[in-house]
């Protein structure tokens, strides 16, 4: 009794539902690479260094002495 | 310790060379895995969800998924197995994020001009009933009753065991017959 039950659900539904057809028509691996690109986390330089270089850059204009400690230091 | 070495045996060095290479990161051993199983991801999702585009874009969602965790990938076990299990996390989540009445129009279309009035009402109520279902017993359903996959497949892909499967589709079934009858259909 239960399996004709199913029988008829599973013919219901057949009919009911488009068919799909399970097969890939295209290869998405282009589409992959650019999901990776877009989502991976950017190679950028952080803030914090930026400002770092401005601080240098800065002292070393109004303090042109800070350039030989600079160059000592590296 | 047993079933570990089945594993194993199950693959070549050179398989299991390109699984551990995936695991470290290595984008060429993720390619050759994404090329290997890109067709049978898409193709049980495309079961579930039954929508050809939407599943183009979930079989990307399922390998990004699948790239993020790569850290966690054991590479001793069945990256086919893995990746089927995430698949059908993503084609459920869909199915979630879908409305119910937002696939009738197109599943309309397939039975205009072809059937009696009558049975168009009843495709169309079955449909409708269908979409109604609770997102996990309606992929069950469709898996079980539609694509007539074994329930030993669907448990392993789902992550359930073989009982709630079937449960699922009993229940499935169960509610069905209720809205159908609702609808004035008897099946």
Known sequence: ?74 | MAAQTEVRTQFSTAEIETLKQFAAGDLTAFETLFRQHQAQVYGWIVRVVRDTGAAEDLTIETFWRIYRARKRFDPKRSFGAWARRIASNVAIDHLKSVRPEACLSAEAVHAVEVDSDLQQHIRRQTERAFRQLPVKFRAVATLALVEERPYEEISKSLGISVGAVKSRVFRAVRLLRKKLKQSGVEP
């Open chain 1, 1 to 74: 009794m239960k399996e004709t039950n199913d029988a008829r659900f599973k013919s219901l539904l057949k009919q009911a539902l488009r068919p799909i057809s399970p097969e890939l028509q295209r290869d998405l691996w282009p589409q992959m690479l650019r999901r990776i690109d877009e989502r991976s986390p950017a190679k950028t330089v952080p803030w914090f260094d930026w400002a770092l270089l401005a601080i240098v850059v800065i002292s070393n204009l109004v303090f042109p002495h800070s350039i030989l400690l600079l160059l000592y230091q590296l």
